[in-house]
């Protein structure tokens, strides 16, 4: 079992920053692939960025590519998604998911274990 924990959410104004937190514990060997989805209100949950292992490859949505950048530090098995300009409707919760898989998806159904999720409000 993989237990994931975000940390880093808050209230930015629109053009700001944030660095979301993700700390895995548990079975920390057991999981290859790692991602960040978010859920903004009355929306269904989307895919922002995901994160292979080693060597690191790396996936975006659109909607982020140029302003997040997801990294991951293996020795403290910890996931990072840096936020820049951000804009109002990035506000949503944001929540972590590992996978057992080697494939990095852009789908729910390709991550195994997720996190409670960490609130992110982006004001205009």
């Known amino acids: 079992q993989v237990r994931l924990e975000e940390s880093g959410g808050a209230r930015v104004q629109a053009g700001g920053s944030l660095r979301l937190s993700c700390t895995a514990s548990?079975?920390?060997?057991?999981?290859?692939?790692m991602g960040w989805f978010r859920q903004a209100p009355g929306k269904e949950r989307e895919f922002v960025a995901g994160?292979?292992?080693?060597?690191?490859?790396?996936l975006y949505a659109d909607s982020v590519k140029g302003r997040f950048t997801i990294s991951r530090d293996t020795a403290v098995n910890t996931m990072y998604l840096q936020m820049n300009s951000l804009r109002p409707e990035d506000t949503a919760d944001y929540y972590c998911?590992?996978?057992?898989?080697?494939?990095?998806?852009?789908?729910?159904?390709?991550?195994?274990?997720w996190g409670q999720g960490t609130q992110v409000t982006v004001s205009s």
């Open positions: 994160i292979t292992r080693n060597p690191g490859f790396t």
């Open positions: 548990g079975r920390t060997s057991s999981y290859y692939v």
């Open positions: 998911a590992a996978s057992s898989r080697s494939h990095l998806r852009a789908v729910q159904s390709g991550y195994d274990y």
